[in-house]
Nanobody, 119 residues
Framework: QVQLVESGGGLVQPGGSLRLSCAASGTIFSFVAMGWYRQASGKQRELVAT???????NYADSVKGRFTISRGGAKNTLYLQMNSLKPEDTAVYYC?????????????WGQGTQVTVSS
């Protein structure tokens, strides 16, 4: 069974940085697509960034230029470097991954890691 575990969340001041990590287990295959979504309190889950095995990336407009998504050297690891953090970035961040090379949908999800941006 595929499992995704996020880490790296925490409390940071506005303007600060955090690096989120996502480690996968339970599969010998490489994910076709991986990504980060977030959900703020009282709001719907929203896309932060996704990356395909081709290297193609996609970012939400709200994080472009501040966040960078990348995959690690170890198979099926995922990172999100978050710089110039703002209070509105406060949310639970979820790692997602999928094997579908047609839809690139994210079918497997982690439990999330809390990111709080506050002074």
């Amino acid at each position: 069974q595929v499992q995704l575990v996020e880490s790296g969340g925490g409390l940071v001041q506005p303007g600060g940085s955090l690096r989120l990590s996502c480690a996968a287990s339970g599969t010998i295959f490489s994910f076709v697509a991986m990504g980060w979504y977030r959900q703020a309190s009282g709001k719907q889950r929203e896309l932060v960034a996704t990356i395909r095995n081709s290297g193609w990336t996609n970012y939400a407009d709200s994080v472009k230029g501040r966040f960078t998504i990348s995959r690690g050297g170890a198979k099926n690891t995922l990172y999100l470097q978050m710089n110039s953090l703002k209070p509105e970035d406060t949310a639970v961040y979820y790692c997602g991954a999928g094997f579908n090379s047609v839809t690139y949908s994210l079918e497997h999800w982690g439990q999330g890691t809390q990111v709080t941006v506050s002074s």
